[in-house]
């Protein structure tokens, strides 16, 4: 969307210069995250390369392999939730929303970003502290990395939180009537 979007009109009186700044926060966390997702997955296809090769073709299996693509697949999946919420590509299932009119399915997005940000809310205010006791006990992994746990459970407040800030964005920019952050085309498979 350009300044003169007309979408973007009339969005002064409702806080649309702090919409725009969250906007663009929340835009750039959430394409920087997704694009270190994207380069954890070329990591892990290396490693699970790597592993193959190193079993079947020279006999000598690498075990510590197996609990580092475990550690990037967490990454991967927390570091990519608030992209996918930005551009409405997570499942939904709308039986009953898809029958609704606007009012109803406004309703329903709305009530939607509402129960992200709680649960998300909750997931981070718990996955924190489970980060902070492994780094205060020192826990490690149990496996052949013998990595301090607090690293790969970071993976998870760092994704509720950005999943936070995307769903915030998200409800102000449907409170005020602007097209979702994303703003992608709602597709539907019928």
Not at 49 to 77: A, C, H, K
Not at 153 to 174: D, E, F, K
């Amino acid at each position: 969307m350009t300044a003169d979007d007309p979408r973007q009109r009339g969005t002064a009186g409702r806080g649309g210069s702090a919409l725009r700044v969250l906007e663009a926060v929340d835009a750039a966390l959430s394409r920087a995250s997704a694009a270190l997702g994207a380069l954890l997955v070329i990591a892990t296809v290396a490693l699970v390369t790597y592993s193959v090769v190193m079993r079947y073709l020279l006999n000598t299996p690498q075990t510590w392999t197996d609990e580092l693509v475990g550690y990037f697949l967490v990454y991967i999946v927390m570091l990519g939730v608030s992209e996918a919420l930005r551009h409405d590509e997570h499942i939904a299932v709308d039986l009953i929303s898809g029958r609704l009119g606007s009012r109803g399915r406004l309703a329903t997005e709305i009530w939607g970003m509402v129960v992200v940000i709680a649960v998300s809310g909750a997931l981070l205010i718990s996955s924190y502290g489970m980060v902070a006791f492994s780094h205060k006990v020192g826990l490690i992994s149990d496996g052949y990395v013998e990595a301090p746990m607090w690293i790969p459970q970071l993976a998870l407040p760092i994704g509720y939180g950005l999943l936070i800030l995307s769903a915030v964005n998200r409800l102000l920019r449907i409170a005020c009537g602007l097209p979702g952050a994303g703003d992608v085309t709602h597709t539907q498979i019928d």
